[in-house]
């Protein structure tokens, strides 16, 4: 008798749960090696045992174990649906981003609001710039323009001071006519000219006070560059010499800026008497 | 899943059962009570037989069709077909009480705690419908002789062993081995020539 014959006679006992312990360790224990014709004999023996229900009496539970069951069931369904609410609204709120959306547009608005404002802010520091410089320059200019007026009104005071002493310059240029220069001892010293021609270059004219005291260098004094039509009209409000210690006039034509010493010989020269 | 594994030889009851599981599993009340007014008076009534308490009976059906809807997932169809599998879970739940009542060693193949083994119909089962089915089952044990009928009784409605069995019986343990193994065998048998 093989294995299978030895125990195929067990099973229905086995699956009638009637076997003592000892031979049900040594079914278990053979069942364990996976016995193709036990295992499957101990599943149609199941299924026989599993017949015997139905000689059972016919019986019907109360309507009441009905009624406990499903309302136990009911009751614990729409929890299992609250509970999977919950897990849904869970994994809805974790697959929401930290920060919401409206909070990122908020945010984008403001940023846009602030980088508008920073060139806003510096649109106008700059406008406020340029309307201080205007400002300024106008002031410049007015400045310039009141110095120039102050200055016409002084000369203009000066060619009409009767006190005022009139100072020919004579020139040996042929082109050349001469200056007039007219000292006041109080307003300052005017020298003028017309038609006088341009020095070449960035070269200028420049006035040059003779004094009497012998072996005395000449003082200089301002320069001036004729206009396009040879005209020039020089102030000097405050001259470096005194009326009375000034023996004469001389004009040179000098480099740009000047010179502290004559490096030419004067083209004008008007003696001061 | 579950309707794959159908043999061709389920019925169409067996068949209607799996669906119902089935919309048990994705939580159809509708179907549960469906279910359980299919089998509850067969459940019933196997574990009233058992227990022979009506109230601890119920108890025991309300714990079995409350694991039915709490675990559904538990029950494999290409295991066997469901009706087999409740009625070993309902059994075993019943002499579980039994045994706890008596304090007897447990001795069964099967523990509640466990789920039922691999169960097969037979190649010879025919499509009988319930009431045919029941009639001819009631009819075949009441064909097998007084001892056999009584043995397996004890052994299925008591949980009794063939050692306890004998002792009860006051019958030799081999003879008493014997009237069980030949009874389901002509049981067996029976259903075959069905």
Known sequence: MSN??????????????????????????HLATHCPECTAALAEARWLVSQLAYTAPEAAPSDMLRGRLMKIVREEAANE????????????DAAKPAVPYWMWAVAAALLVVSI?????????????????????????SREKIEEELDAVRREASILSDPASVKIALATSQPNAGPLQADWNPKLGLVVSG????????????QLWLIPKAPGAKPLPSQVVRPDANGNFVLL??????????TKALAVTEEPAGGSPQPTTTPKWVGGVS | MFLTALSPKQTDEASLDIMLVQQVLQRDMRAFEQLYDRRCRLVYGLVNRIVQQAGTAEEIVQDV?????????????SRGPFLPWLLIMARNRALD??????????????????????????AFETQLDEKRRVSRIRELMTGLQPQQKRAIELAYFEGLSHTEIAETLKEPLGTVKSWIRNGLLRLREGLQAT
Not at chain 2, 103 to 118: K, M, N, S
């Open chain 1, 116 to 140: 508008y404002s920073t060139w806003d802010a510096r649109q106008l520091q700059q406008q406020i710039r340029d309307i201080n410089n205007r400002a300024i320059a106008e002031l410049n």
């Open chain 1, 236 to 245: 000097v409000s405050n001259p470096p010499e005194l009326l009375a210690e």
């Open chain 1, 194 to 205: 017309q038609r006088i021609p341009t020095p070449p270059g960035d070269r200028v004219l």
């Open chain 1, 4 to 29: 299978a014959d030895q125990f195929g006679e067990l099973l229905e006992a086995y699956a009638l749960g009637a076997l003592d312990a000892a031979e049900r360790a040594a079914l278990e224990a």
């Open chain 2, 97 to 122: 009480t039994l045994r706890l009542k008596s304090e007897r060693q447990r001795r069964r193949e099967d523990q509640t705690e466990e789920l039922p083994g691999i169960c097969t119909v037979p």
């Open chain 2, 65 to 77: 069709f409350l694991q039915l809807w709490r675990n559904a997932s538990q029950y494999d169809a």
């Open chain 1, 81 to 92: 649906q609250v509970t999977q609410k919950q897990r849904n609204r869970a994994l809805a």
